[in-house]
């Protein structure tokens, strides 16, 4: 392939992109769902085969690029047409948390583990699971959280005696190193789990020491 050549496939390849990129909207880029990510990966792959392959001409491969945004375009117009076709290509939100309670077999379904959602919850400047109305997981992988409104919390919150809220129970399993940090041992857990009638640590899905030193309980969904 000739230097010529190869200027030739990018500035075409480019050009034959942009168009069709286009076409298929913005959402493309600005909501990475399910069938967005993979037609993003295949455009790319396509794209790069275009300008470097010497054996596939230019005209097959805006041929296969072309087919390719056909496919696209006419799967954008079913999702907006079909909420069948809809579930089907981009999946339904689903949610996580529901009046501060995990939903832990949602969190399977979804394949999300408890430090994942964690870890969301912090992006959203969110740090106690108890402050959760609801926690919605969109098709494009972002997480939306509606805080409890002021006329759920308590009018006279206790003084803060941790910086913030810290997880010390997860999956079943005690965090010891944060119980260390908080200078809380295992026998005070245990004594405030008895407190909620709980005898096992292995009952309790998630656990977590509020600022003001209270300890928040998920038990398990089978429990």
Do not use: H
């Given at each position: 392939?000739?230097?010529?050549?190869?200027?030739?496939?990018?500035?075409?390849?480019?050009?034959?992109?942009?168009?069709?990129?286009?076409?298929?909207?913005?959402?493309?880029?600005?909501?990475?769902?399910?069938?967005n990510f993979i037609s993003a990966?295949?455009?790319?792959?396509?794209?790069?085969?275009?300008?470097?392959?010497?054996?596939?001409?230019?005209?097959?491969?805006?041929?296969?690029?072309?087919?390719?945004?056909?496919?696209?375009?006419?799967?954008?117009?079913?999702?907006?047409?079909?909420?069948?076709?809809?579930?089907?290509?981009?999946?339904?939100?689903?949610?996580?948390?529901?009046?501060?309670?995990?939903?832990?077999?949602?969190?399977k379904r979804v394949r999300l583990?408890?430090?994942?959602?964690?870890?969301?919850?912090?992006?959203?400047?969110?740090?106690?699971?108890?402050?959760?109305?609801?926690?919605?997981?969109?098709?494009?992988?972002?997480?939306?959280?509606?805080k409890k409104g002021n006329g759920?919390?308590?009018?006279?919150?206790?003084?803060?005696?941790?910086?913030?809220?810290?997880?010390?129970?997860?999956?079943?399993?005690?965090?010891?190193?944060?119980?260390?940090?908080?200078?809380?041992?295992?026998?005070?857990?245990?004594?405030?789990?008895?407190?909620?009638?709980?005898?096992?640590?292995?009952?309790?899905?998630?656990?977590?020491?509020?600022?003001?030193?209270?300890?928040?309980?998920?038990?398990?969904?089978?429990?």
């Open positions: 392939m000739s230097a010529i050549e190869l200027i030739i496939r990018v500035v075409i390849a480019y050009i034959f992109l942009l168009l069709l990129t286009r076409l298929m909207g913005r959402k493309e880029i600005s909501q990475m769902t399910f069938f990966i295949v455009f790319g792959t396509l794209g790069g085969t275009l300008i470097t392959d010497p054996n596939m001409s230019i005209r097959n491969g805006l041929i296969v690029v072309a087919c390719w945004g056909a496919i696209t375009i006419i799967a954008g117009y079913l999702n907006l047409k079909s909420k069948m076709a809809r579930n089907l290509m981009t999946g339904e939100p689903v949610i996580l948390v529901r009046d501060g309670l995990i939903m832990e077999e949602t969190l583990d408890i430090n994942s959602l964690m870890t969301k919850l912090r992006d959203k400047e969110v740090f106690s699971i108890a402050d959760v109305d609801y926690a919605i997981f969109e098709t494009d992988g972002k997480l939306s959280v509606m759920q919390q308590s009018p006279t919150p206790k003084p803060a005696i941790f910086p913030f809220p810290t997880e010390v129970i997860s999956d079943g399993k005690i965090n010891t190193a944060n119980l260390d940090k908080l200078q809380l041992d295992e026998a005070w857990l245990r004594q405030q789990l008895q407190q909620q009638s709980i005898t096992s640590i292995s009952d309790v899905f998630f656990a977590q020491v509020q600022k003001d030193g209270t300890l928040y309980i998920d038990k398990r969904d089978d429990q």
